[in-house]
């Protein structure tokens, strides 16, 4: 049960849930987006999060879009997991979403709000920073498309008004070579100990993180070393790992030990399984 009142809105225009917001921020009271909601409903009965007034997003049908623009893929925000990952139409994105609880939760998950996540595995955004997705995003100054890369510094970046409305993705990127994969401590459903996404573009890999340090990642320092054909695999596993943005996680999950160990043996499985695929 939540511990204390909030209004409800269900705007179906962009411009109708930018006035809402003002129009409760105005009365110095707290409102909030949410597009699946089962992340406001799990902190909210912990007393981790609090609203005065939330902003559904699902009514607006420029966040529900999933479809193929001449040469983009646009997929809207309240999109769940499970409608993403049963289209098909971005395959890496598909399978790593797949990933991320179990099928009943994945309903109600969206990309939006996994992307948007409190939590730091985020793992619905590691296919998008590896595509360099765009991201369209209303606010104050109307409706903008930014690159997502530029938008997402450990965290998203958004102002407190802005929410997206869609992810936008060269439909190139659907079509590359690609490997996911993921290491828990106990079932698959669970928290990442260490959770990879990769493409070969180029002919050479990419790869984005999750689990490994307190935010998802990608790092082209990494990325260099593990395209080395100088090294050999192993040799690009251990020297890659100096190319980390952050100290590896330690928690109940597992220690930081732990985590490298399970990285390096994650990083040699895709290397050796995308390398047969150049």
């Known amino acids: 049960m939540i511990p204390f009142d909030f209004d409800y809105y269900k705007p179906t225009k962009i411009e109708e849930a930018l006035q809402i917001y003002e129009n409760v921020k105005s009365q110095n009271k707290k409102p909030m987006y949410y597009s699946g ?26 966040c529900h879009a999933l479809e193929e623009h001449d040469d983009q893929l646009i997929i809207g925000s309240a999109v769940s997991l499970n409608k993403i990952a049963d289209s098909n139409v971005f395959p890496l994105l598909g399978r790593k979403v797949k990933d991320i609880a179990d099928h009943t939760s994945r309903n109600k998950i969206t990309i939006g709000g996994n992307i948007n996540s409190q939590l730091i595995y985020k793992e619905g955004i590691l296919p998008l920073l590896l595509s360099e997705a765009k991201v369209k995003v209303a606010g104050k100054g109307g409706v903008q498309v930014l690159p997502l890369n530029e938008m997402f510094n450990m965290n998203l970046q958004l102002e ?119």
Do not use: W
């Not at 990127?173 to 180029?202: C, H, N």
């Open 37 to 62: 909601g089962t992340e406001f409903i799990t902190f909210a009965r912990i007393n981790k999060v609090y609203a005065d007034a939330v902003i559904d997003l699902k009514g607006i049908p420029d």
């Open 160 to 278: 407190q008004e802005q929410f997206i409305i869609q992810i936008l993705i060269e439909k190139s990127y659907t079509e590359y070579p690609f490997f996911t994969l993921k290491k828990t401590k106990f079932s698959q459903v669970g928290y990442p100990v260490v959770s990879i996404a990769a493409i070969i573009k180029d002919n050479q890999i990419r790869l984005a993180f999750s689990g490994v340090c307190h935010y998802p990642f990608r790092s082209e320092r990494m990325e260099k070393v593990l395209n080395d054909p100088s090294l050999t695999l192993t040799e690009r596993v251990e020297q890659a790992l100096s190319g980390l943005p952050d100290t590896i996680i330690n928690d109940i999950q597992a220690s930081a030990e732990y985590r490298e160990f399970v990285l390096k043996s994650a990083l040699l499985e895709t290397l050796e399984t995308l390398e047969l695929k150049k």
